[in-house]
């Protein structure tokens, strides 16, 4: 037959071998026996291992003479070694270019003629050894032989690889974790050591070193029963520890220590033996715990059966302790989450709430706007002017309810300075107690040379008037105590993480009363818009939120501290500037001027909004020219008539309020500018003055001194207001 080989005799080389491959340790020993050995014993070019892994082949290790592709991984379906392990049978072929069935562009990239797959028996899978040649060649019985041998070696040798990895693998672990019991040690109270089994100390734990006060090195074996354990106890220690050897108990006995001092303190001893993983064998590991003055009671000949219990009792007490100390741990924890899940949901209800307010000041825009424009137009029936000032004054409420809500959404127009709480809050102090009644009276507890807020004061007024006001009703008609406080703080990472804010310097603002508190589901909603707890009608629920979303939006917190009948404080996070920083300076207001018949171009994409406006601005003596978006506008603008004023709405589709001022600009840039709006992203409105902003919905007289100001300042001055190009 072409390429057959006669028997060969291997003898004591093929016990060699197969006894290499039974004892190797790893897969990279395993490729050296299949190279050195197999490929000699059989002429064949290269001997493989491999493992079948789900649908491909996975080659475990590679003996070579000749170079070979690098790829470790093939096809399953359509090779011969699949087809070997799926049908678990060998498989021997004279030239697999030859062989119908398989997928023979597999083969044509290599070197590979004739081969031989064997099965080999693993555990948990299929394995196949398999030899290659060069040239056609078909494998004799007695090579066929060889390799069945070969193979279950290397399947003893696969499973002993298995096995050597999964020992260093435990390894690893055990290093691991006796390096994490080195820590443990370290942080226990107790003195802790271990031996071998004759009772030869192998280790002491710095703590039992430090008591001492002698090196571990000079305690080793049995120096330290010799050097620091009482002479009188020496014998006890000794017999307890026979005991315990031969009963395989635990080793337990009460013995005086020598300290550092030179004094002897009682100590009880406990250790218990377990197998070494490495050699098996026996180690002891103990403890030895401060006992002094449990004997010293215990001996007193006075002692009392009552002693005995009170000494239980404050041990008792002490675990009690502990583990009351970890429920308050776990608590606190628990709250920290429950805080936190919170602030995500206040603020997503802050993103809805927005919006909500930016269509509702458009809708309170047109009633006011026409209830002035009806008040100027219908003759003076005091019926219908009643009528008119009900209609105003409820949407006047409508407004301030849409204010607390762009407040709680952190959606107001801020206008942050240095700010001096102690002034402020020593200002509110004398104004509160005509605001809250003759039953409540007002206290402070301020620091001495706070550090300057970054905050809008006149927000912080408003804000602790709210809280004054909530404090107060809690009171209900009892009266008591408000404290207005403030306090540097250095906020650690654990009570900033529940806020949201990085640790570091904050200015708190407090104001707490002595009222009845709230129990854990009230506190729980208290920040919540909408939420009261008062009679239907007396409050909009949003009092505590507008706290809440100014303390967010100026970069710091808020926060509620509460328990029925221990009061209330809400306290506010705010954050520091640098000192030595002074507040801005008021500039001063500009000339009033006559500015009938100036040209205004207004643009609103709510065409209801627009009407009133230039409603309210013609009657005046306006001219007023009108678009219903920013393309329009920008039309109006390049037909090249006078202009000299653009009132914008910010929140418009396709083109907002700035990009339009922005393009305006661009084509007249001496042009003022003014924007109108329910809210505005505010990074959208950096660097824009306070005074070019009129929030919706607004009286026609503050619009109209708002244009008549920003006329005569541009006029005054010489330049014009907006965004820059």
Same mark, same amino acid.
């Given at each position: @037959?072409?390429? $057959?080989?006669?028997?060969?005799?291997?003898?004591?080389?093929?016990?060699?071998?197969?006894?290499?491959?039974?004892?190797?340790?790893?897969?990279?020993?395993?490729?050296?026996?299949?190279?050195?050995?197999?490929?000699?014993?059989?002429?064949?070019?290269?001997?493989?291992?491999?493992?079948?892994?789900?649908?491909?082949?996975?080659?475990?290790?590679?003996?070579?003479?000749?170079?070979?592709?690098?790829?470790?991984?093939?096809?399953?379906?359509?090779?011969?070694?699949?087809?070997? @392990?799926?049908?678990?049978?060998?498989?021997?072929?004279?030239?697999?270019?030859?062989?119908?069935?398989?997928? &023979?562009?597999?083969?044509?990239?290599?070197?590979?003629?004739? /081969?031989?797959?064997?099965?080999?028996?693993?555990?948990?899978?299929?394995?196949?050894?398999?030899?290659?040649?060069?040239?056609?060649?078909?494998?004799?019985?007695?090579?066929?032989?060889?390799?069945?041998?070969?193979?279950?070696?290397? $399947?003893?040798?696969?499973?002993?690889? &298995?096995? /050597?990895?999964?020992?260093?693998?435990? =390894?690893?672990?055990?290093?691991?974790?006796?390096?994490?019991?080195?820590?443990?040690?370290?942080?226990?109270?107790?003195?802790?050591?271990?031996?071998?089994?004759?009772?030869?100390?192998?280790?002491?734990?710095?703590?039992?070193?430090?008591?001492?006060?002698?090196?571990?090195?000079?305690?080793? +074996?049995?120096?330290?029963?010799?050097?620091?354990?009482?002479?009188?106890?020496?014998?006890?220690?000794?017999?307890?520890?026979?005991?315990?050897?031969?009963?395989?108990?635990?080793?337990?006995? !009460?013995?005086?220590?020598?300290?550092?001092?030179?004094?002897?303190?009682?100590?009880?001893?406990?250790?218990?033996?377990?197998?070494?993983?490495?050699?098996?064998?026996?180690?002891?590991?103990?403890?030895?715990?401060?006992? +002094?003055?449990?004997?010293?009671?215990?001996?007193?000949?006075?002692?009392?059966?009552? =002693?005995?219990?009170?000494?239980?009792?404050?041990?008792?007490?002490?675990?009690? =302790?502990?583990?009351?100390?970890?429920?308050? !741990?776990?608590?606190?924890?628990?709250?920290?989450?429950?805080?936190?899940?919170?602030?995500?949901?206040?603020?997503?209800?802050?993103?809805?709430?927005?919006?909500?307010?930016?269509?509702?000041?458009?809708?309170?825009?047109?009633?006011?706007?026409?209830?002035?424009?009806?008040?100027?137009?219908?003759?003076?029936?005091?019926?219908?002017?009643?009528?008119?000032?009900?209609?105003?004054?409820?949407?006047?409420?409508?407004?301030?309810?849409?204010?607390?809500?762009?407040?709680?959404?952190?959606?107001?127009?801020?206008?942050?300075?240095?700010?001096?709480?102690?002034?402020?809050?020593?200002? @509110?102090?004398?104004?509160?107690?005509?605001?809250?009644?003759?039953?409540?009276?007002?206290?402070? $507890?301020?620091?001495?040379?706070?550090?300057?807020?970054?905050?809008?004061?006149?927000?912080?007024?408003?804000?602790?008037?709210?809280?004054?006001?909530?404090?107060?009703?809690?009171?209900?008609?009892?009266?008591?105590?408000?404290?207005?406080?403030?306090?540097?703080?250095?906020?650690?990472?654990?009570?900033?993480?529940?806020?949201?804010?990085?640790?570091?310097?904050?200015?708190?603002?407090?104001?707490?009363?002595?009222?009845?508190?709230?129990?854990?589901?009230?506190?729980?909603?208290?920040?919540?818009?909408?939420?009261?707890?008062?009679?239907?009608?007396?409050?909009?629920?949003?009092?505590?939120?507008?706290?809440?979303?100014?303390?967010?939006?100026?970069?710091?917190?808020?926060?509620?501290?509460?328990?029925?009948?221990?009061?209330?404080?809400?306290?506010?996070?705010?954050?520091?500037?640098?000192?030595?920083?002074?507040?801005?300076?008021?500039?001063?207001?500009?000339?009033?001027?006559?500015?009938?018949?100036?040209?205004?171009?207004?643009?609103?994409? +709510?065409?209801?909004?627009?009407?009133?406006?230039?409603?309210?601005?013609?009657?005046?003596?306006?001219?007023?020219?009108?678009?219903?978006?920013?393309?329009?506008?920008?039309?109006?603008? +390049?037909?090249?008539?006078?202009?000299?004023?653009?009132?914008?709405?910010?929140?418009?589709?396709? /083109?907002?309020?700035?990009?339009?001022?922005?393009?305006?600009?661009?084509?007249?840039?001496?042009?003022?500018?003014?924007?109108?709006?329910?809210?505005?992203?505010?990074?959208?409105?950096?660097?824009?003055?306070?005074?070019?902003?009129?929030?919706?919905?607004?009286?026609?007289?503050?619009?109209?001194?708002?244009?008549?100001? @920003?006329?005569?300042?541009?006029?005054?001055?010489?330049?014009?207001?907006?965004?820059?190009?």
């Amino acid at each position: @037959m072409p390429g $057959a080989r006669a028997p060969v005799d291997h003898g004591d080389p093929l016990l060699a071998l197969v006894e290499r491959l039974a004892s190797v340790r790893d897969t990279e020993q395993l490729a050296t026996v299949l190279e050195e050995g197999t490929c000699a014993l059989l002429g064949c070019q290269a001997v493989a291992l491999l493992l079948q892994q789900e649908d491909s082949l996975e080659r475990l290790a590679l003996g070579s003479t000749v170079p070979i592709s690098d790829i470790r991984f093939a096809p399953l379906a359509g090779t011969l070694t699949g087809h070997a @392990m799926l049908e678990n049978r060998r498989i021997a072929v004279a030239d697999v270019l030859g062989e119908p069935g398989i997928a &023979r562009d597999l083969y044509e990239r290599t070197f590979i003629r004739g /081969m031989v797959t064997i099965p080999v028996p693993v555990e948990g899978g299929r394995a196949a050894l398999a030899a290659y040649w060069n040239r056609p060649h078909q494998a004799s019985e007695s090579e066929l032989s060889v390799l069945e041998a070969m193979a279950r070696a290397a $399947a003893r040798g696969l499973q002993t690889v &298995r096995l /050597m990895r999964s020992l260093r693998e435990r =390894e690893t672990e055990l290093e691991r974790t006796g390096e994490q019991f080195l820590h443990l040690v370290e942080a226990l109270p107790q003195l802790v050591w271990t031996t071998d089994d004759r009772g030869r100390c192998t280790y002491l734990s710095r703590q039992w070193v430090e008591f001492t006060g002698i090196p571990e090195a000079q305690q080793l +074996d049995y120096g330290w029963l010799r050097r620091v354990v009482h002479p009188d106890d020496r014998s006890r220690v000794a017999a307890a520890w026979n005991e315990a050897q031969r009963t395989g108990t635990r080793f337990e006995v !009460e013995y005086r220590l020598r300290g550092a001092d030179g004094a002897y303190r009682w100590f009880a001893g406990r250790a218990v033996a377990t197998h070494a993983p490495r050699d098996n064998s026996l180690r002891w590991f103990g403890t030895s715990t401060d006992i +002094d003055e449990m004997v010293r009671l215990r001996d007193r000949d006075a002692r009392s059966r009552g =002693e005995l219990e009170a000494l239980v009792r404050a041990r008792t007490w002490e675990l009690e =302790e502990a583990n009351r100390r970890l429920q308050d !741990e776990i608590a606190e924890r628990r709250q920290s989450e429950a805080r936190l899940m919170q602030t995500q949901r206040l603020e997503a209800v802050g993103q809805l709430t927005s919006g909500v307010a930016h269509d509702f000041n458009n809708l309170l825009t047109v009633v006011l706007g026409n209830i002035e424009i009806l008040e100027r137009r219908l003759p003076p029936d005091p019926k219908i002017r009643a009528r008119l000032e009900t209609t105003r004054q409820a949407a006047e409420r409508g407004g301030r309810l849409t204010a607390q809500l762009l407040a709680f959404s952190s959606r107001q127009r801020l206008e942050p300075a240095p700010t001096d709480l102690n002034r402020i809050a020593a200002d @509110m102090g004398r104004l509160l107690p005509a605001a809250l009644g003759g039953s409540v009276q007002v206290a402070l $507890a301020l620091q001495e040379e706070p550090w300057l807020a970054l905050v809008d004061p006149n927000q912080i007024e408003l804000m602790i008037l709210n809280l004054a006001l909530n404090a107060r009703d809690a009171m209900l008609s009892e009266g008591g105590t408000v404290i207005i406080e403030t306090r540097n703080r250095a906020v650690e990472a654990d009570e900033a993480a529940p806020l949201g804010l990085p640790p570091g310097r904050y200015v708190e603002l407090a104001v707490a009363d002595d009222g009845p508190g709230m129990d854990q589901p009230t506190l729980s909603r208290a920040f919540e818009p909408f939420f009261t707890t008062k009679p239907p009608g007396r409050h909009s629920g949003l009092g505590l939120a507008q706290v809440w979303g100014f303390a967010r939006q100026s970069g710091g917190g808020a926060g509620i501290q509460s328990r029925p009948g221990e009061g209330t404080r809400v306290s506010l996070l705010l954050p520091v500037v640098q000192p030595g920083t002074q507040a801005p300076a008021v500039p001063a207001a500009p000339e009033r001027r006559e500015t009938a018949g100036a040209l205004v171009l207004v643009v609103d994409d +709510d065409e209801d909004v627009r009407d009133v406006t230039v409603a309210l601005l013609s009657d005046v003596g306006y001219r007023v020219r009108e678009a219903s978006s920013g393309a329009r506008a920008l039309e109006i603008l +390049d037909e090249g008539g006078p202009l000299d004023l653009l009132l914008t709405d910010f929140a418009m589709p396709a /083109m907002n309020g700035t990009e339009l001022a922005r393009q305006a600009r661009l084509r007249r840039p001496e042009l003022a500018v003014m924007f109108v709006s329910g809210y505005a992203e505010l990074s959208a409105l950096d660097g824009v003055e306070e005074r070019q902003i009129l929030q919706k919905p607004f009286h026609a007289q503050e619009l109209l001194d708002r244009i008549e100001a @920003m006329l005569a300042s541009e006029a005054s001055s010489g330049r014009s207001a907006g965004p820059e190009p």
